[in-house]
């Protein structure tokens, strides 16, 4: 007889956004003329930026002709992608990456998840709350965690609350630990780090010999010029950090999918017997052996977001995507909501109103409003009494759902 992963079974409920569907589904089922605005899973609605689409188009008509034809590709992804990321995501912010320490993948959710591969069980793993929860459940899954308590706390994971008295940004943990997780801008709350709080992070790490897993996948939201955009841009970040980034948010890529990750040469980690070994070559090894590559018009599309045509195309989406973020901001703020983020990511993390609880206000927004946000408490304990409102979405969508919240819970 099989024997199944058991981890699983440690795992509290289904994973969050499956969940949220599920009650939308019943409530449209039940009301099938309501119209429902879903600010709830990031997920964009912009489509792709003309000279990414062109470039995609000309991807696959280029495996439609022998001469052009493409094959399985190097696992790592195409050079052309490699080097365009180095030159026109990184260099621009004083970040001097060699193209053999980006690896292109198909999303940085999977590639936050399938580092832990190159990591040994034993490590010790700290984890904002609230949180992505995708850090969380793939560590649960390993086999890092013994059970939840009442808080969904795990065993053996050390839980950093970012709450508002720290402007949702963690304390250093105050026992070491060897892996930390830390999404800036930050993925439910919309904060962001300055570059000294980065520094503080990459200090500890260097300190304590521990490995920063930095989710960068909403860089690209950043407006104002002070926030940095990538864990590089603090010194001695290449010897402690490795950056997940994105196409999804970025250009539109939720469907698409494309991200990368950077995995610095400089990175290592130490063998049970004290060996120093490179992070960036178990890696490789790791992706060559479980993954084979990206498709190339995809690689072709993700290379196009940084031509001279693709950018300025794409940021405008991102503009656009910006202004729904500030339109909910301060429509909610201008109604008595406390809200933050919203200004530097797609996120505004805002105080439920009434003292209701996070699946409360779901509830209450949903059969009232016909609004989907996210409950914040799915994102951990701390989020408990707080809600996420999406800024991906259309703008006659955006300006009616936050008409709608003002009218059922404006003062
Ligand atoms: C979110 O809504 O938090 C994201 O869309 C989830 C993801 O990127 O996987």
Known sequence: MALANEHYLKLQAGYLFPEIARRVQAFTDANPDARVIRLGIGDVTRPLAP???????????????????????????????RDAVVERAYQPLGVDLKPSEVFVSDGSKCDCANILDIFALGNRVAI??????????????????????????????????????NGFIPALPDHPVDLVYLCYPNNPTGAVASLD????????????????????????????????????QVPGAE???????????????TGV???????????????????????NALWSRRQSTKFNGVSYPVQRAAAAVYSDEGWPQVQENIAYYMENARIIREGL??????????????????????GLTSWQFFDRLLQECHVVGTPGSGFGASGEGYFRLSAFGDRENVETAVDRIRSAWGR
């Open 51 to 81: 000279a990414v689409l062109e470039a995609f188009h000309r991807g696959v008509d280029d495996l439609g002709r022998a001469d052009t034809f493409h094959g399985y590709g190097p696992e790592q992804g195409y050079p052309f992608l």
């Open 128 to 165: 904002c709350d609230p949180v992505y929860p995708v850090y969380n459940d793939t560590n649960v899954m390993a086999g890092r965690t013994g059970e939840a308590d009442e808080r969904g706390y795990y065993a053996g994971i050390t839980y950093l609350p970012c709450v508002e008295e």
């Open 197 to 232: 709080e980065l520094a503080r992070w990459v200090a500890y790490a260097r300190e304590h010999g521990a490995v920063l897993l930095y989710d960068a996948a909403y860089e690209a939201f950043v407006t104002e010029p002070d926030v940095p955009r990538s864990i590089y």
């Open 239 to 253: 010897r402690c950090a490795i950056e997940f980034r994105s196409f999804s948010k970025t250009a539109g890529f």
């Open 257 to 279: 999918r494309c991200g990368l990750t950077v995995v610095p040469e400089a990175l290592t980690a130490r063998t049970a017997g004290g060996r120093e070994v490179s992070l």
């Open 333 to 354: 703020t201008g109604a008595g909501i406390t809200c933050y983020g919203g200004v530097n990511a797609p996120y505004i993390w805002l105080k439920t109103p009434g």
